[in-house]
């Protein structure tokens, strides 16, 4: 099994702050690896996908990347609507066995 | 619009089974791979299924394997899990997610549907 570890698990910052998150795995997984925004009571939201590629409609403000086992998302300028928890998954395994990170909740 | 929809949650006993739906509307669900993923309250993500589009391939977490199982309905553009023997554990929000590009990531998410397993 592939473990996904996130770092910091929670972080404190300011709109206008740029923020980085650290997704780290227990192996190579190449560039398999995705990142979702969760608010509360509401679902997941893709954000970056293939470690580096910004789903449609998602603010450029976001970007990610790595490769290998360690990956990071950063958010230049914080937005009032960024602060959410975030997730990394990775999709490398075959067959699927996809794993989460534990989350990193952005508060301000 | 793309979007997933389930259904099916609700206070079930321990020991007791349980059918959620996962319904699609603008696009045609058995020419995607979807996937199941649940979150125990104020937890995080766990993945616990895939059917491939062509229901030739089904994969379950090991925390559920034996105990879950996946269908479609492709009259209905529909995907059930039927989820047996549950016990408290299995207390949580079911997603369903489609794999967006075969590809392991997932987009959209449905909203979610609460499933709590409690005498």
């Known amino acids: 099994d592939i473990q996904m570890t996130q770092s910091p698990s929670s972080l404190s910052s300011s709109v206008g702050d740029t923020v980085t998150i650290t997704c780290r795995a227990s192996?190579?997984?190449?560039?398999?690896l995705n990142w979702y925004q969760q608010k509360p009571g509401q679902a997941p939201r893709l954000l970056v996908y293939?470690?580096?590629s910004l789903q449609s409609g998602v603010p450029s403000r976001f970007s990610g990347s790595g490769s290998g086992s360690d990956f990071t998302l950063t958010i230049s300028g914080l937005q009032p609507e960024d602060f959410a928890t975030y997730y990394c998954q990775q999709s490398f395994s075959t067959p699927p066995d996809y794993s989460f990170g534990q989350g990193t909740k952005l508060e301000i | 619009e793309v979007q997933l929809v389930e259904s099916g949650g609700g206070l079930v006993q321990p020991g007791g089974s349980l059918r959620l739906s996962c319904a699609a509307s603008g696009f045609t669900l058995s020419s995607y791979e979807i996937n199941w993923i649940r979150q125990a309250p104020g937890k995080g993500l766990q993945w616990i299924s895939y059917i491939s589009g062509d229901d030739s391939m089904e994969y379950f977490a090991d925390s559920v394997k034996g105990r879950f199982t996946i269908s479609r309905d492709k009259a209905k553009n529909s995907l059930y899990l039927q989820m047996s023997n549950l016990s408290a554990e299995d207390t949580a929000v079911y997603y369903c997610?489609?794999?967006?590009?075969?590809?392991?990531?997932?987009?959209?998410w449905g909203q979610g549907t609460l499933v709590t397993v409690s005498s």
């Open positions: 997610a489609r794999d967006a590009a075969a590809a392991g990531w997932f987009d959209p």
């Open positions: 192996q190579n997984i190449a560039r398999y």
């Open positions: 293939a470690a580096s």
